[in-house]
């Protein structure tokens, strides 16, 4: 793969020559397989191989960017973009990128799971367990993906680095009625850690629990949250950490820091830990990724930053670029010191959720939002789970939910699925007083 290499050097070193100011190519040689199952069938398999260079340039403040495959016609799309940022209008916010010769930590990643000769025996012990939960007549589906990417950065500020970074995601559904679902996932940089039958066992015992569902009352409920729909959450938490999204107004955490934002109970990480799908050894300028606090104890502690936010921050990068938009990499909460247990049995009359589906904000600066809880919702008395519950809607306030965390799990469990979670490591969270309506 040293010729890989070279030949991101040699984009690099043709983009100046044509008069960049800045240039950054990161190329990215990814193996990916992918099975999908329904009705406890698999219906296929897939496996693709991807080589393409994400190259991004300044010229002038300046900033344009274009993806070349293969390196096919490199030195033509290298013009074109130069071209491209010539007619360009400038970015006032543009700061560049970094500069310097940075040390990297080692790479961790794991081959293994692009290289399972049998992923179909994972999905059947998944659906199997899915089975023992709920019953023989339950119907599963999902999806088995995994990916392994050999990535090369080369930056014309001095950053040269590679990395590799493995992943292993599993998601089913078991259904028993058609409002009677439950959902669970499994979610790993190694195959060692990979464990699909606990997700089939809990998509199972959550669908069993659903069935026969009531409509649910609107109110003011204490609600216990599933890592899977919390997960959601703290998504958009550190979505809203981000310096450019404070720049742009789709932030609660706009004039805050410093401020508590949050029950004191609440810590927030950024963490890009080798045990995450989304690990990576820097981020898309070069700079070494590190782990971030940015809730602390309910204070709010930093904003996450690039090159050019930080500038304009007046700080120094926090290692999340994203070249225009600083993001997270995976987003952990810290534990508490209770159970799921304890937390279900704090509930005299409350809910518990399990999954969510279209979350909507009606207003990013005062953190308005709505959203459709999904597969098993259940009313709660007195710790006891009483009745499952549909058409309900949570339709509340992302800065108030935060202040009202009331407790937090020792367990947690590292999500991530395409409709609304991204990775993260959440535990069980009771929150006070959240307010339950019905869809209209």
């Not at 009625?177 to 998509?203: Q, W």
Request: hydrophobic share 35%; charged share 25%.
């Amino acid at each position: 793969m040293s010729q890989v290499l070279e030949k991101t050097e040699d984009l690099v070193r043709k983009a100046k020559a044509l008069g960049a100011d800045e240039v950054i190519a990161k190329t990215t040689f990814g193996r990916y397989r992918q099975t999908r199952f329904s009705n406890n069938q698999v219906d296929i398999t897939v496996g693709w191989d991807t080589y393409t260079t994400d190259v991004a340039l300044s010229w002038k403040k300046r900033v344009v960017g274009t993806q070349i495959a293969d390196f096919t016609d490199s030195e033509k799309s290298i013009e074109q973009l130069i071209n491209l940022a010539k007619v360009s209008k400038e970015n006032p916010l543009f700061g560049g990128v970094a500069h310097g010769e940075f040390t990297y930590g080692k790479i961790d990643a794991d081959k293994e799971v692009i290289s399972i000769e049998k992923p179909t025996e994972y999905i059947q012990t998944a659906i199997s367990a899915a089975e023992d939960a709920a019953g023989d007549k339950v119907d599963s589906g999902g999806i088995l993906f995994a990916k392994y990417e050999d990535v090369y950065l080369v930056s014309s500020e001095g950053p040269v680095g590679r990395d590799a970074r493995s992943a292993i995601q599993f998601s089913i559904r078991a259904f028993l009625e058609r409002e009677a679902s439950g959902h669970g996932v499994s979610c790993s940089s190694t195959l060692r850690d990979f464990k699909p039958s606990e997700a089939g066992r809990k998509a199972g015992e959550i669908a069993r629990l659903a069935r026969n569902p009531k409509v649910g009352e609107e109110g003011v409920y204490d609600i216990v949250f599933d890592p899977l729909i919390f997960g959601s959450m703290l998504n958009t938490w550190a979505d809203m950490t981000s310096a450019f999204n404070v720049m742009i107004h789709r932030s609660i955490f706009a004039n805050e820091l410093g401020k508590n934002v949050a029950s004191e109970i609440v810590t927030l990480r950024d963490v890009p830990a080798k045990y995450s799908i989304s690990n990576r050894l820097f981020d898309d300028e070069g700079v070494p990724t590190r782990e971030n606090v940015m809730i602390d104890h309910g204070i709010l502690k930093t904003y996450l930053h690039n090159t050019s936010t930080a500038k304009l921050f007046k700080t120094e990068t926090t290692g999340n670029a994203g070249l225009i938009v600083p993001t997270w990499w995976n987003v952990e909460m810290d534990p508490g010191k209770m159970t799921r247990g304890d937390l279900l049995g704090a509930l005299k009359r409350g809910i518990y959720l399990t999954n969510t589906w279209y979350t909507r904000f009606q207003n990013y600066v005062t953190g308005d939002f709505s959203t459709i809880p999904r597969d098993g919702a259940f009313l709660v008395e007195n710790g006891e789970i009483k009745q499952s519950l549909k058409e309900i809607r949570l339709s509340d306030n992302a800065s108030r939910i935060l202040q009202n965390v009331a407790g937090i799990s020792r367990e947690r469990q590292h999500v991530q699925w395409w409709g609304e979670s991204g990775p993260c490591l959440s535990p069980y969270v009771l929150v006070k007083d959240v307010h339950i309506t019905r869809p209209r």
